[in-house]
């Protein structure tokens, strides 16, 4: 079974969140550099409903330093126990759209994401695909239908 989605479509991404977070400082080392508290995870206080994200993680990189890593991400949901993640954590890359398909299951759900503890600031966006979304099933089942000389 495929889908048939139109991910390359502008129009078809909401954005849903974006906010950043500077990390606080609060002391100096010897030579005076500020001393960083690390980014606590942040939850996003969005309600989301479709199986397909794109998330953008964006920090300062120091001169003369490669990074590639942007933390992580996480699902959970609310049952009637309390909240609970779902899945494993998905790890995201630094200063790209990181394309995230969830299995589907047609529930609403919340994101909380980690960035790295040397990280001094963090911009998020995290845009939700509004665009089609179906298997291909259904055509498969007309096909067969079709063939089998049934109208209905």
């Known amino acids: 079974m495929s889908r048939i ?3 390359g479509i502008e ?3 909401q954005l849903q969140y974006s906010d950043s977070f500077p990390a606080v400082s609060y002391l100096n080392d010897s030579a005076g550099k ?3 508290q690390r980014i606590t995870e942040i939850n996003i206080p969005v309600v989301f409903d479709k199986s397909i994200i794109a998330v953008a993680v964006n920090t300062s990189v120091p001169v003369g330093k490669i990074w590639k890593y942007a933390g ?3 699902r959970s949901l609310t049952t009637g126990l309390g909240a609970s993640f779902l899945g494993e954590p998905e790890s995201l890359f630094l200063g790209k759209f990181n394309l995230i398909i969830f299995d589907d299951l047609n529930i ?3 994101l909380s994401l980690q960035v790295p503890k040397w990280f001094i600031n963090a911009n998020i ?3 939700q695909y509004e665009g089609i979304d179906r298997s291909t099933i259904e055509d498969d089942i007309q096909a067969i239908k079709l ?3 049934i109208f209905l």
């Open 147 to 149: 063939a089998l000389g």
């Open 34 to 36: 500020p001393i960083y």
């Open 5 to 7: 989605l139109q991910l």
């Open 11 to 13: 129009s078809n991404w």
């Open 72 to 74: 992580y991400l996480r």
């Open 125 to 127: 966006a995290i845009y």
């Open 108 to 110: 609403n759900y919340f």
